[in-house]
């Protein structure tokens, strides 16, 4: 009695052992069925479509691989450059997108394989953003666009005695980012410090993003210092963080999360697929959150593409999927059920697009909102390292939230770090 | 990743201790004596000693407990004020949304194979090796076992390029060899059975069984596996461990739901935009589960092997 | 039977004549020599074997790598001799997550050691229950890091952790323990010895249940105390179990990754350990070249080196540096 656990132990082992055998034996082909591997960072709201396509195509079916959003880009990085293990269709998240442009030879040239006539179908900087420098190629087809709103709490706003309808509050902040600032200042007075908003790096990069040149040139030179926009984004930002107004959260992690529901910080910069994440984390504030438009004009602020890495064996199937899926109809469907807004201007004159409302944001008209917003998007060239070029600026501004360093400090640091970029 | 020796957790070992084993196992009349005189020493334990041990009981498991009471609730218990000491009453929910989610039962089965392969194969392999180095002469012993501990100190986690090249060499990608392979071997395994059989087997048990005509493997099947033992117990429980909630190597080489192990389906539960922490916490309490499992099942011997003086100081 | 009998016993079974030959003798010895002379490379063979194919290629691999310029996103690669391990020694950034895994090392591993001792101290008393305990003390082992992350990061939330509502109710009010350089190692270092704390104090049990009872019994008539006995008769006892554990403790922490890297969020802040680096460590620092951003493997490959003679130099230093403890007491 006294070894039976050991004994037990070593058996289940040695069993294992053959399990393991045998399960690496397995697999083969399914009777001439195609099965599409789709790697995606979190739920795209693919599922019904699958199916959808496979009853209109029966020979294909779908395995959807779902990692971590920084997991998921470095596992395609390690993927492409070993030219093996990446999923047959692959997302890739605008941050990345050029990174993945100036490598066109890892990709199926889309262009190849039917896309040349469909230019038109999407707007113009989406499709850009997935060509080739030389115009040769084209590697992805693009799914979501993020034009930006403001979301805001209906119930911090009236206890601070602000106006609480979404058009005053628009109007609150026509003018300019200075008016948002001066807003912010009006809510911590009256609420004797409450924060204004969740975290400094986002307005910083909303700002940026609105602007005619971002953090790169054409030629991929990186013009933090020489870009005045960024300047002033800087400056303003850091004033806003002096008077207080940050409550120096960082996204995505579970105090941040929970900041929606507890109404920790009083805005936030709202890209369209900002508003299912605020509905799913906060569920029991449905009506205290509203949308009014974002401070500053129009700008993109995520959105994705999907590509076919070269190691694929389906190719042409492939990309019959994509594009049936970043078709208009397919986008509809895809936002109704996500919030993740079409990058098809065919949409835009759609009722079933422009007629959209949202129950849990007070019945807010996000078809019109994120419409109007996508339409005055000015495209902004993206340099290969955006991502990380924005993060680093970012980490900047944390540094002065946590008071580790003066603004001065903090800015020639990042021009530093970005020197071995 | 799972690169022998360096992955295992640091279990300390070598460096023979003061006393011979046969001191332990077989007390002799003077030690006995010995030691009722020092059971007269020692003075009962007072109340004090149990609450300190109580207090350290408390620490030890309550990070565990608290992981359960944030999986027994939804996520805006997170943001209660104050937290929450008590389970709630979304247990069963989080658990079917779990399994909704990733193919647990999959990864379940998959992490089960992994491990236990890589387990009977360390535990084995080690023990031959270390019966080797620590019984047996032969050329070149000493630099060799001076290679493995060196081994054990170089960072694991530039390997993972080069390995996986070598996956695709093999064509081992995304099959569960390219996990298992890798842990086949450890050299923290191979050090730690070394240490071990020096002690705990008398050279002259080995010379005896030459002297009957023993083949060496004669020995070390009838000898030195059942000696080995305690050390084997203690050894296939860290191995076990360390194997089940390996995470950088098989997120890489495993692409495929069907091939995912636990730890790379959890992954998946914190993916994308929406971070549900009661989720992610569900299924890291189901991964732990099997764990506890085990550790009901053998910590007991796992308990009696590190007492044995499997883990040699 | 004598011992000569023996011996030529499988010889006889092997020769069907009955009587040993001396050619079957010769056999025989010749059988015994070799399974002498080569059973013990046999056994570490397969050992080897696989290490070498999936252990030391991976390394010698990036050893080659680490002198070239070689990022995952091109495939062209520059030899550079040692102009990467140049770059490292003179990026302050390394230094400062040498800086910052020291400190975290030292914080996890001397609160953990003396905690143990004194814990296995507690567990050589004839306690009531003793399985119990001791199955107690190994229970957060069980807990795979990634886990441990996940919890410690949320008892130690800023807004809403457990931790801070009880510095709050105790009046001593809340701490962003993220965001400054000590508190963010103090958390990391709790995560460390939270779960190695109980493992290494039933090492210690084990070694101090070792040390001849007639020492102590000395020690007691000489009047000392049970806390003048732990540190004056069972630390220089056990001390080479002590060395050892000092020694894989340092290894292990050396190469400390996940806990800081959830405990910064898992996004940028996560890569760098903080905004200003705080906790950034070395594995990290490693990380942020290797897998992100350019993916510049062949300098990562030159910290991964650079890391390794860190540990050893840091090894072999407690080594001596314990030691000499022992001479001087």
């Known amino acids: 009695m006294k070894t039976r656990p050991i004994r037990t132990a070593m058996a289940a082992a040695a069993a294992a052992a053959l399990a393991l055998t045998a399960a690496c034996s397995g697999g083969g082909d399914d009777g001439g069925k195609i099965t599409l591997s789709v790697g995606l960072f979190g739920d795209f709201g693919f599922g019904p479509l699958y199916e959808e396509y496979s009853k209109l195509h029966p020979e294909i079916e779908f395995e959807e691989r779902i990692a971590e959003f920084a997991d998921h880009h470095t596992n395609l990085t390690t993927h492409l450059a070993t030219g093996s293990g990446a999923a047959d269709i692959e997302a890739v998240e605008v941050g990345y997108i050029s990174q993945y442009t100036a490598q066109p030879d890892r990709f199926h040239n889309l262009l190849d394989l039917g896309a040349a006539e469909l230019e038109g179908q999407w707007l113009d900087w989406k499709w850009q953003q997935a060509l080739a420098k030389d115009g040769e190629a084209l590697i992805g087809l693009g799914t979501d666009v993020g034009g930006m709103a403001m979301c805001y709490r209906r119930d911090l706003f009236e206890q601070a005695g602000l106006p609480v309808e979404r058009d005053e509050v628009s109007a609150l902040w026509a003018g300019s980012w200075e008016d948002y600032v001066a807003v912010g200042r009006q809510y911590s007075e009256a609420t004797g410090g409450d924060y204004f908003f969740e975290s400094s790096g986002n307005m910083f990069r909303a700002m940026v993003e609105q602007a005619d040149e971002g953090v790169y040139d054409r030629d991929d030179n990186l013009v933090v210092e020489s870009n005045p926009a960024i300047g002033e984004a800087w400056d303003l930002t850091v004033e806003a963080i002096e008077a207080g107004m940050s409550n120096r959260l960082q996204a995505w992690t579970p105090e941040w999360n929970a900041g929606f529901n507890e109404g920790t910080f009083a805005t936030i910069i709202c890209p369209a697929w900002m508003t299912s994440y605020i509905e799913t984390n906060a569920p029991d504030s449905a009506g205290l959150w509203d949308i009014a438009t974002v401070p500053g004009g129009a700008g993109n602020m995520g959105g994705s593409h999907l590509v076919l890495p070269a190691q694929g064996d389906h190719p042409e199937e492939a990309y019959a999927f994509i594009e049936w899926l970043t078709a208009p109809e ?86 530093g770090d970005l020197e071995s970029f | 990743m799972t690169r022998p020796g360096l992955a295992v957790p640091p279990a300390p070992a070598s460096g023979a201790a003061v006393p011979r084993r046969s001191d332990r196992t077989l007390p002799g009349r003077s030690d006995r004596r010995a030691r009722s005189r020092m059971r007269a020493l020692r003075e009962q334990p007072g109340r004090l000693v149990y609450l300190t ?197 098989p997120l890489i080489v495993l692409s495929s739901p069907e091939r995912q192990t636990v730890q790379v389906a959890l992954s998946t539960l914190s993916g994308g935009y929406v971070t549900d922490q009661s989720l992610v916490l569900t299924g890291t309490m189901l991964a732990t589960l099997p764990l506890l499992a085990v550790f009901a099942l053998l910590g007991k011997y796992m308990i009696s092997g590190i007492m044995q003086g499997a883990v040699k100081g | 039977m004598t011992i000569a009998a023996k011996r030529t016993g499988p010889a006889r079974t092997a020769d069907p004549t009955g009587r040993s030959s001396p050619a079957g003798r010769r056999f025989q010895h010749l059988r015994y020599r070799l399974d002498l002379k080569a059973s013990p490379y046999l056994y570490i063979a397969p050992f080897f074997a696989l290490f070498a194919a999936f252990g030391l290629f991976p390394l010698a691999y990036t050893a080659w790598v680490s002198t070239h310029e070689w990022s995952l996103l091109s495939d062209e690669h520059v030899f550079v001799a040692f102009g990467n391990y140049q770059a490292l020694l003179s990026d302050p950034y390394f230094w400062n997550a040498l800086g910052n895994t020291m400190s975290i090392l030292l914080l996890a591993t001397v609160p953990q050691l003396l905690a143990a001792l004194l814990l296995a101290h507690l567990l050589t008393l004839r306690l009531r229950g003793q399985t119990f305990w001791r199955m107690g003390m190994l229970l957060p082992n069980v807990a795979s890091v990634v886990a441990v992350a996940v919890i410690f990061s949320q008892l130690f939330g800023r807004d809403f952790g457990l931790v801070n509502w009880v510095l709050e109710s105790l009046g001593a009010g809340r701490i962003d323990w993220q965001s400054g350089s000590a508190t963010s190692h103090i958390a990391i270092a709790v995560m460390v010895a939270w779960k190695w704390t109980g493992y290494n104090a039933l090492i210690f049990l084990a070694a101090m249940q070792a040390v001849p009872r007639d020492v102590y019994e000395a020690a007691h008539l000489d009047g000392a105390s049970r806390m003048q006995q732990l540190f004056h008769v069972t630390v220089p006892m056990i001390r080479p179990t002590i060395v050892f554990t000092v020694i894989v403790s340092t290894i292990y922490g050396l190469q400390i990754f996940a806990e800081p890297q959830l405990f910064g969020g898992g996004g940028p802040n996560g890569v760098t350990g903080g905004a200003s680096r705080q906790f950034q460590t070395l594995t990290l620092y490693l990380y942020e070249h290797g897998f992100n951003r350019g993916f510049e493997f062949g300098y990562a490959s030159a910290v991964a080196w650079t890391m390794f003679l860190v540990i050893v130099v840091v090894a072999l230093l407690n080594y001596l540096f314990i030691r000499r403890i022992r001479s001087d007491s």
Not at chain 1, 389 to 408: F, K, N, W, Y
Not at chain 2, 174 to 180: P, Q, S
């Open chain 1, 330 to 415: 397919q986008q509809l469907k895809v936002f109704e059920s996500t919030g993740n807004f079409p990058s098809t201007p065919a949409l835009y004159e759609d009722e079933a697009l422009t007629g959209m409302t949202k129950a849990y944001f007070n019945d807010a008209p996000v078809g019109q909102i994120f419409t109007a917003a996508a339409q005055a998007v000015r495209p902004q060239y993206q340099g290969p390292l955006q991502g990380d070029v924005l993060a680093t600026i970012g980490q900047g501004l944390g540094r002065i939230e946590d008071g580790s360093q003066t603004p001065d400090e903090a800015w020639s640091q990042v021009l």
């Open chain 2, 53 to 249: 041990l109580v207090a350290v009981l408390f620490f030890s498991g309550f990070p565990l407990y608290y992981s359960f009471v944030v999986a027994s609730r939804d996520n805006s218990a997170l943001a209660q004020v104050p937290p929450p000491v008590l389970p709630g009453a979304n247990l069963v929910e989080n658990v079917e949304r779990v399994f909704a989610t990733v193919p647990f039962g999959t990864a379940l089965w998959n992490s089960v194979v992994v491990s236990a392969s890589v387990t009977a194969s360390v535990v084995f392999f080690s023990t031959l090796a270390g019966f080797a180095f620590a019984k047996l002469e032969f050329k070149g012993a000493k630099v060799l076992l001076v290679t493995v501990v060196a081994t054990m100190m170089v960072p694991v986690q530039l390997g993972v390029i080069p390995l996986f090249m070598l996956m695709i060499e093999l064509e081992w990608t995304d099959t569960l060899w390219a996990v298992v392979a890798p842990g086949l071997v450890s050299a923290f395994g191979v050090f730690f059975m070394t240490q071990y059989l020096r002690g705990a087997l008398p050279g002259s048990l080995i010379e005896s069984a030459r002297m009957d005509g023993a083949s060496t493997f004669r020995i070390f099947w009838q000898i030195v596996m059942p000696a080995a033992r305690p050390a084997a117990v203690v050894l296939g429980v860290l191995t076990f461990l360390t194997s089940w909630n390996d995470y950088f190597w």
